[in-house]
């Protein structure tokens, strides 16, 4: 047991040489036995050991979003959050939100690369911005940006920061026992940043709905625009359980007379909510959809480590004399239809804050909307980061997609840019998320030939992930409503040779250390699925508790079979923005 002491103390997980052997060398040896802990390795690496002084402060505290948010939470109702919590939390901080305007943005899908958007334009027109958004990938650190370069805070200015307000941040847990929580400390935090950085603007992007979200506590004064992208049905119980009180909680962000912003929207219902809510609090619209907002695909380049877009941008620019806005040959480095309809929804709030009086030209529009990369957003890994999890002949993509509309939306730009590859599908998902519709979607829309889940922590914890063989199920389920052949259920199961039906054992999952490798390795793969007479195509589902033994078995996999035809392979690790997570840090 002192072992187990040794690697799991904070301070010393944190420091990121140990962080790489605890990776590299406890888990070949504990691999099952400490999974939990591997977990933790992957939300701290990267971060000082000052920040893990942070970080115990905020686990002390309640997080919902390593526990999952309670029914109703996110309604503007009895059960819903307290937002006088945060005034006043905000109130033993200084009120430092009296310092900046803000731009919120709220929606089920797009905020986060709306945000990047937006923050990337305004700071190519030389404005200092404040950025906060959630959840991060490699460290906690990502969620705050302040100034002029976009680069996340730094773990001294995190230290200072919270050595500074701690005596503060007692004072207010001690006045509200038990009820603050671990978002609303960490977002209090990122305000308090903004102000003593002198920002010109916020960009900030709700945590859960609008309307009782730690970040809905910006005055009408204080907002210089509401932006509400795609709004979709995640977190339906703790919205209010349809579609239209999950409308109603993200239109609760809108303030009295202040301009509101309105992405797409895939169902009428939700739009006509929002237009009504706008109309009662006499906030002025800009549509960023239909015949106002239009996006014209000029080329796609799929042929590199570097895929772009180039795209032309038409939108209704509303002043006192209503005129056509326009720009041409935007190169593109996020990919996909969604994308462009978030670089939509962006440049229709920067033409709305341009209307404000702030100095935004034109020029610093296309430099920010070509300078936005977006991790875990379809990110394609180079040849040298592929190689390093195992695939010499595949392109990897890592894309946090979790929902049915944003699984829809990858399968579409897997299609669209590699039309005629093979894809294999990498699964870990959040057990509160619907994994029979976000597998019916990439089935039906990308047909993928392989399919490997895993179980991913979020969060740090075990609390809200699914077994790989839980969402395997959900996977034969799907496929079989979709009429599609599953030719392997799981690891758990025979391996069904269709050439001559022979079967071989297969009980990798349930494997540890380097038993796992050994049998991955072992494994032959090379049998070809045969696509029964009246089904609309055949899928291979396999299940592996680790993250790491699901590339392996991929990476087998697709190496066994790289040389029967001349179509590219490619590998997409999806389900979660944790799980992308998990990979990027076994990459050196």
């Not at 705050?144 to 001294?156: C, L, Q, V």
């Not at 229709?348 to 909307?369: E, K, M």
């Not at 002949?393 to 579409?412: K, Y």
């Not at 022979?502 to 038993?515: D, E, F, K």
């Amino acid at each position: 047991m002192q072992l187990f002491s040794i690697f799991v103390s904070p301070s010393i997980v944190t420091n990121k040489k140990v962080s790489i052997f605890y990776k590299y060398h406890i888990l070949n040896h504990y691999n099952s036995r400490f999974h939990h802990f591997h977990s933790i390795c992957v939300f701290t690496c990267g971060d000082g050991v000052g920040v893990a002084q942070l970080l115990q402060f905020l686990d002390s505290l309640k997080n919902y979003e390593r526990e999952g948010v309670p029914q109703g939470a996110g309604t503007d109702s009895d059960a819903g959050f307290d937002l006088q919590r945060m005034h006043r939390l905000l109130l033993h901080l200084g009120n430092p939100l009296s310092c900046y305007s803000v731009v919120h943005v709220a929606g089920t899908k797009g905020k986060g690369s709306t945000v990047a958007f937006i923050s990337n334009i305004l700071r190519s027109a030389g404005l200092s911005v404040g950025t906060y958004t959630s959840p991060h990938l490699t460290s906690i650190r990502e969620r705050i940006t302040a100034g002029k370069t976009g680069d996340p805070i730094s773990d001294e200015m995190l230290v200072e920061l919270f050595s500074n307000l701690h005596a503060n941040l007692d004072k207010a847990i001690a006045a509200e026992p038990g009820t603050l929580t671990h978002f609303e400390v960490l977002t209090a935090l990122a305000f308090s940043h903004f102000a003593r950085e002198k920002v010109d603007l916020a960009v900030v992007e709700t945590g859960l709905g609008g309307a009782r979200d730690a970040t809905n506590v910006i005055s009408a004064k204080g907002l210089a625009a509401a932006v509400i992208v795609g709004i979709g049905t995640e977190h339906l119980a703790a919205l209010g359980g349809s579609l239209e009180s999950i409308a109603l909680a993200k239109s609760g962000i809108i303030k009295d007379g202040r301009p509101v912003v309105v992405g797409q929207q895939k169902d009428s219902t939700t739009k006509d909510i929002i237009l009504k809510v706008a109309a009662s609090k006499e906030a002025p619209v800009r549509a960023a959809f239909g015949s106002s907002a239009q996006c014209e695909v000029v080329e796609i380049c799929s042929g590199s480590d570097a895929p772009f877009q180039i795209c032309n941008f038409f939108l209704d620019d509303t002043s006192e004399i209503k005129s056509r806005w326009e720009m041409k040959n935007v190169r593109l480095s996020a990919l996909g239809a969604h994308q462009q309809e978030n670089a939509l929804t962006a440049i229709s709030t920067v033409l709305s804050l341009r209307h404000q009086g702030w100095n935004i030209p034109d020029s610093s529009i296309r430099a920010g909307l070509e300078a936005t990369v977006i991790p875990g957003r379809f990110q394609i890994l180079d040849q040298h980061k592929a190689q390093a999890l195992g695939f010499s002949n595949a392109r990897v993509i890592l894309d946090g997609a979790h929902t049915e509309a944003s699984a829809n939306a990858l399968a579409c730009t897997l299609m669209e840019y590699f039309p005629t590859a093979k894809l294999a599908l990498v699964v870990g998902m959040a057990s509160d998320k619907d994994h029979f519709a976000f597998a019916r979607s990439l089935l039906e829309e990308a047909q993928p030939h392989l399919v490997v889940t895993t179980r991913v922590s979020v969060a740090g914890s075990l609390e809200r992930s699914t077994s790989g063989a839980e969402l395997a199920q959900s996977w034969c389920q799907a496929a079989k409503f979709a009429n599609m052949e599953v030719i392997l259920q799981s690891v758990q199961q025979p391996f069904v040779d269709h050439r001559n039906q022979n079967l071989a054992t297969h009980n990798v999952s349930r494997r540890t250390g380097s038993a796992v490798k050994a049998a991955i390795m072992a494994q032959d793969y090379t049998a070809e699925p045969q696509t029964p007479v009246g089904s609309k195509g055949s899928v291979v589902v396999l299940e592996a508790e680790k993250m790491e033994a699901a590339i392996s078995m991929v990476a087998k996999y697709v190496e066994q079979r790289s040389d029967e035809t001349q179509r590219i392979w490619v590998v997409c690790i999806t389900g979660s923005l944790h799980g992308v997570a998990t990979v990027l840090s076994l990459l050196p």
